[in-house]
């Protein structure tokens, strides 16, 4: 599985959560490790990540550019509800979220795509995410640094959530 898709069920999963102004409870600093599975394949990648690093992984990827990011509190976690534009695609979406957010959260992801240059139709994208707290991050490690499965690491732009 490549880091494109990787990278973009990222996107896909941040467009999914809610807008910063109603946020999730803040994962416990560390490093986490998230699988993705999806229709499209599996993705693993791992994530260092502090107090301000993980309030823009919830929000920051389309922000601006959502005209509708809301979520409620559930008895079980939360639910959510987005509408985004993330250049020629506009993504609709729902989201479920469980977890402690001390070692684990859970998402399930549902994602209708519009606009995706080769396709006629809507696209939808289910998806299921299990982020797992490993431990402390690992020395030379930065908030917010993405670790992909081939062990690339994408850094955070400076200045973002630092």
């Known amino acids: 599985m490549g880091a494109g898709f990787v990278g973009f069920g990222l996107a896909l999963s941040a467009a ?18 998230s699988k993705t599975v999806s229709a499209e394949g599996n993705a693993t990648a791992r994530q260092c990540i ?30 959510g509800e987005t ?18 957010f001390a070692s684990k959260v859970h998402l399930d992801v549902d994602t209708t795509l519009t606009g995706v240059p080769g396709m006629k139709e809507p696209v939808r994208r289910k998806m ?17 640094d993405i670790i992909l499965p081939d062990g690339k690491i994408v850094k955070m732009p400076q200045g973002a959530g630092r």
């Open 16 to 33: 999914s959560l809610p807008a910063a102004a109603d946020t999730l409870p803040v994962r416990k600093a560390g490093l986490w490790e």
């Open 50 to 79: 502090d107090e301000k690093t993980d309030q823009m992984a919830q929000g920051a990827l389309g922000a601006g550019q959502c005209s509708k990011r809301s979520f409620v509190k559930t008895s079980t976690g939360y639910t």
């Open 83 to 100: 509408e985004c534009k993330i250049g020629p695609i506009s993504a609709s979406g729902t989201s479920v979220i469980t977890g402690d």
């Open 128 to 144: 299921t995410i299990d982020a797992t707290y490993l431990g402390p991050c690992e020395a030379g490690q930065s908030p917010g």
